[in-house]
């Protein structure tokens, strides 16, 4: 099985060795222990998350590992609440180290990123190629180039 479609928070973790893209709603650590090879990733989630991260309501103090998608290369997140882009984007919470193809709504990246001046999303954004946004903005913020470095005018709508 290569592909996998609609995997919900009641997912219990078994090991999916072939499989490389997948859609979920919930449950970040147990996906990439169960998906070694994941490449393509789809989240899609019609509610907030109930369980945020500690640093997330606490920013000084973690004690949450990081999850790591050693093979993710394309990632969706155009149908979620900001907290789950802060899940993937800020380094502190998830290491992305092929990450190279986002596809976000503008709003919602600019809210996850506090309008480009928090640091800590810029580890996994530097690595990016190509953003696919779903609303144009007017004009780009001064530093949004600073965030996303390996851009060259390669902003998809």
Not at 10 to 38: E, K, T, W
Not at 54 to 82: A, D, F, G, W
């Amino acid at each position: 099985m290569e592909y996998m479609c609609n995997v919900a928070n009641n997912f219990f973790g078994d090991l999916f060795m072939s499989v490389r893209q997948l859609q979920l709603y919930d449950f970040f650590a147990r996906i990439s222990r169960a998906f070694p090879l994941l490449n393509i990733l789809n989240v899609i989630s019609l509610h907030g998350q109930k369980k945020k991260l500690t640093h997330q309501q606490n920013e000084h103090k973690q004690t949450s590992s990081i999850i790591e998608y050693p093979h993710l290369m394309y990632l969706s997140l155009n149908r979620v609440y900001v907290d789950y882009i802060k899940q993937f984007l800020f380094e502190s919470n998830t290491y992305l180290p092929y990450l190279n193809k986002l596809s976000v709504q503008y709003q919602d990246l600019i809210d996850a990123i506090e309008n480009f001046t928090n640091n800590a999303e810029k580890v996994n954004c530097a690595k990016l190629k190509y953003i696919i946004l779903f609303s144009k903005p007017s004009m780009y913020p001064e530093n949004f180039h600073d965030y996303f470095p390996s851009l060259i005018n390669k902003l998809l709508f």
